[in-house]
């Protein structure tokens, strides 16, 4: 299904979707994205610059959270900086993963949670108002749908496509849609991933061999391009093939015909080419690891694959999903209860960095539906979830014995504007924490800077905070009748 909601056009620009040609002024708001046990997708515009947020009807949209008060949270939009407040609730507010007390303000707040319900603060959301969808397999929220509607325009229009994006963003996804929305969705769809072929296999693998054409070759092979013939060949990590196989690729895209390694005569093929990469195709050029002829064979048009982080809408959704996969995978014979996600999972998924993108995420829901399923929890909780899934990966600073010793020094809190040295062994400890929380108004990047510690070391001691009000129950009470 190919979504139609959005007017995108595709950019000369390598990697991008264009905006939507007709702009309107943005609607500040929120986006509900998760409230009780299910996953949404609800618009909630501010209106003149503020939206309170309680139990019941607001801005239209039901919010029947019995674990949020009546008057909860409220929330401004004023000259380009959010302020959050919460509203005396007895249940609390966070914004991105921290516990808010009194009033916030800042201009990149992102991730809201009161009780049971989690919301994203947008600058816009009026692309959000189409909701969620999906084609195939696949989860569209708007900002993925942007791009999908790209890869339709080009699976019609031409026989190429070039997709950028990090490592398990979907680009094997988005290929396949190539596939589906295009005239050659009848044909075979080959996926190739070149990083994977071994040295010196990359000619006879992907444009075949003749009986004889080298020790062992007993009878006539085709390759990968010979087998996508009428169809879609998917060559991921295009940039990885040396350069002769990619005079080779060239020669099969302009001339359509391969010749097969010991072959004297070439052999005609039809097939589109999707590629794809993680890395800046232009700047392999430069470096003289793609051919400049290649390049602008294939380079254009481009389709960029949002990161995880630009999607927050799809995350309960994919959240959801894994979680109903990982019940399926239980083994025939056993019994399994249905399992959901507790609204403090959904907010450490959105505030976490996923550097795997969807694919790392996913895998880490699924290890963490298992661990509920060993305790038969049918709630999956932040403390099922790894702490070390989704953040970033970090050397180790200091060895073990001088992490011991950093230990056994007692920690002071800085003066404001007087950071700790940038190579702590250790974390201070919790009342030091809580204190420059406090005094930085919750905002982790800037806390993290005062105390002299990485993020993710900060966002791990939250995780661990977070699990430990779980534990304790309070996140469950029902707001104020």
């Known amino acids: 299904m190919a979504p139609t909601t959005f ?3 595709l950019d000369d620009a390598l990697g991008a979707a ?18 009780g046990d299910s996953p949404r997708c609800d618009v909630l515009p501010l209106e003149d610059g503020e939206l309170t947020l309680g139990r ?15 008057k909860h949270a409220r929330v401004r939009w004023t000259q380009g900086q959010w302020e959050v407040e919460d509203l005396n609730s007895r249940n609390g507010t966070s914004l991105d993963g921290v516990p808010l007390t009194g009033a916030r303000a800042g201009g990149e707040l992102r991730i809201l949670r009161t009780g049971s319900s989690v919301f994203v603060i947008r600058a816009d959301v009026a692309p959000f ?27 019609h229009l031409g026989a190429t496509l070039h997709i950028t994006g990090e490592s398990g963003t979907g680009k094997e996804h988005a290929a396949r849609a190539f596939h589906a ?15 994977a072929i071994p040295n010196g296999l990359a000619e006879r693998l992907l444009f075949g061999a003749r009986k004889g054409a080298y020790s062992g070759a007993v009878a006539d092979a085709d390759g990968y391009v010979q087998a996508a013939h009428a169809g879609v060949l998917f060559l991921d990590e295009v940039a990885e093939l040396d350069l002769g196989v990619q005079a080779k690729l060239l020669r099969a895209l302009e ?3 391969v010749i097969p390694l010991g072959a004297a005569r070439p052999v005609q093929v039809d097939f589109a080419l999707v590629s794809a990469s993680h890395k800046d195709l232009r700047a392999q050029v430069a470096a003289g690891k793609v051919r400049e002829d290649l390049y602008f064979r294939i380079a254009q048009p481009a389709v960029r694959i949002p990161r995880l982080h630009e999607r927050p809408e799809e995350v309960p959704w994919l959240v959801d999903a894994a979680l109903r996969s990982a019940v399926a995978a239980v083994e025939r014979g056993q019994e399994s209860a249905p399992l959901v996600a ?3 999972l959904i907010e450490a998924c959105l505030v976490r960095a996923w550097p795997g993108n969807v694919r790392e995420m996913m895998a880490e829901i699924r290890a963490a539906a298992h661990a509920a399923q060993l305790e038969e929890s049918p709630v999956v909780q932040t403390r099922h979830l790894s702490p070390s899934a989704g953040q970033a990966f970090v050397a180790p600073q200091a060895s073990a014995p001088e992490q ?13 504007g007087e950071r700790q040295t940038r190579r702590a062994a250790s974390l201070p400890a919790d009342e030091v924490i809580e204190a420059v929380l406090r005094r930085e108004g919750g905002n982790v990047a800037r806390t993290a800077r005062e105390l002299g510690v990485h993020r993710t070391q900060l966002r791990r001691w939250l995780g661990r905070r977070t699990a430990t009000d779980e534990a304790a129950g309070g996140d469950d009470a029902e707001g104020d009748p």
């Open 129 to 155: 108002r189409a909701g969620i969808s999906t084609a195939g397999a696949t989860i569209l929220g708007a900002t993925l749908a942007r791009a999908w509607y790209a890869i339709d325009r080009a699976a």
């Open 255 to 257: 001339a359509k015909e």
């Open 56 to 70: 019941g009807e607001v801005g239209g949209v039901p919010l029947d959270d019995l674990r949020m008060s009546r």
């Open 18 to 35: 264009s905006e939507p040609l007709c702009s309107t002024k943005p609607t500040p708001g929120l986006v509900l994205v998760f409230s």
């Open 404 to 416: 011991s010793a950093g230990r056994s020094q007692p920690s002071s809190l800085p003066p404001p």
């Open 181 to 195: 929305l295009g005239p050659r969705r009848g044909g075979p769809f080959i996926a190739v991933n070149c990083a």
């Open 342 to 344: 507790h609204a403090s």
């Open 7 to 9: 007017t995108t056009t």
